[in-house]
């Protein structure tokens, strides 16, 4: 199978690899040379590391290096039977890139988007066969996350739809199918994670320490929500959250805090800027948490409940089944437990009387009970 891959950043290169680690034959554009240049030396490196650690041989090494090459012109790619496009998100610029790509590849080719966020409807729009159009969004680093969205757009054929599962199965991937709403699964289900606890520390309940404390030690998160967004960068987790918020018509649910805006206006971007949440500067000792178990029951039972209640309104609304919803929060980011089964664990019941207590409390419309949750609970069901 030949694989086409529009760009070569960290990700298209990831999805690269993944493709050539199949046996597909991979061609990797992108208009910058030196990124090319930049691309095949990180693959070596990766590569050598695999040797190292005994995963794969040095035959095998030579045999994935060998199925990627690297091009200049995107006509190049005309051989193509799936393209997957991994550039920059913004949809004038995709929009470009597809249009011009469809009048090279045959009519049968795929073209998917990696895009985490904006609409495949309008990218399929696009194009003169809107029909051959899909998303297909992988999770950094793609060789190692099992997750891949796999999002039709009301456009897309049902042979389109088929054919990409079984691909990026093949590929021995886990794939979960969603529907084509803002932030799909795993970025719209997981702004809890962030923008509750963020709420919480601007209400003065506790500070980042302790809360990131608090998930891990509790909820058996592997990175806690400020370390995680000084990981991914203040600036990207802000434009997520902001466009999701917009796309959704300013739900409340949604909302930006002002203390990641801030952040992210001073330049306390996380890990890649020295300082975000933490200072990361040498010889300073990370903070220590303040020991309260009732605190950390309280914001740990704050920000599950919050996630499981946008885990059953993707239901609710048919972005994805209960299974891809949970494997894509367990395989995709890496969650301790899938949200619907935790909601089943912790008892339908809590999470409705827990979400009720918050919407008591403070009369906003962030607390709503999804109608999915309050149904079970009357009719005595679990998700699963």
Request: glycine letters at 6%; a neutral charge; proline letters at 3%.
């Amino acid at each position: 199978m030949n694989v086409g891959i529009i760009g070569s950043g960290t990700m298209g290169s990831g999805i690269a690899q993944v493709a050539a680690t199949s046996g597909c034959k991979v061609k990797l554009y992108d208009t910058n040379q030196a990124a090319l240049d930049k691309a095949k030396s990180a693959l070596e490196k990766i590569l050598a590391r695999l040797v190292e650690k005994g995963r794969i041989d040095t035959a095998e090494k030579s045999r994935i290096q060998n199925n990627i090459s690297y091009i200049v012109k995107l006509k190049d790619l005309a051989d193509s039977d799936l393209t997957i496009e991994a550039i920059i998100e913004s949809l004038d610029i995709k929009k470009k890139v597809f249009s011009e790509l469809e009048t090279y590849v045959s009519d049968d080719c795929i073209l998917a988007s990696n895009t985490s966020s904006l609409s495949i409807a309008s990218i399929a729009a696009s194009l003169k066969k809107p029909e051959r159009c899909i998303g297909i969004h992988f999770f950094n680093p793609a060789p190692l996350m099992q997750l891949v969205e796999v999002i039709p757009a009301i456009q897309t054929s049902k042979e389109v739809l088929e054919n990409s599962i079984k691909i990026i199965s093949d590929w021995k991937k886990v794939v979960a199918v969603a529907k084509d709403t803002p932030g799909f699964i795993v970025n719209r289900v997981a702004r809890p994670f962030y923008g509750e606890s963020l709420r919480i520390y601007e209400e003065g309940i506790a500070d980042f320490a302790t809360i990131d404390h608090s998930l891990k030690s509790l909820g058996g998160f592997r990175m806690g929500p400020f370390e995680l967004m000084d990981f991914i960068g203040n600036d990207v987790n802000y434009t997520v959250t902001e466009t999701v918020f917009t796309a959704f018509y300013f739900d409340p649910r949604y909302k930006p805090a002002f203390t990641q805006k801030r952040f992210a206006e001073a330049g306390y971007l996380g890990k890649k800027t020295g300082k975000g949440y933490y200072d990361y500067s040498e010889g300073i000792s990370m903070p220590k948490p303040k020991e309260d178990k009732e605190i950390a029951e309280l914001i740990f039972n704050r920000v599950l409940v919050m996630l499981i209640n946008e885990a059953a309104d993707a239901l609710f609304l048919n972005i994805a089944s209960a299974k891809d919803i949970d494997n894509a929060m367990t395989k995709g980011v890496n969650y301790p437990k899938g949200l619907l089964a935790w909601a089943d664990e912790k008892g339908i019941n809590w999470c409705v009387s827990k979400l009720d207590e918050l919407y008591n409390e403070y009369h906003e419309d962030r607390y709503r009970c999804s109608p999915l949750l309050r149904k079970m609970n009357r009719e005595n069901k679990t998700f699963f």
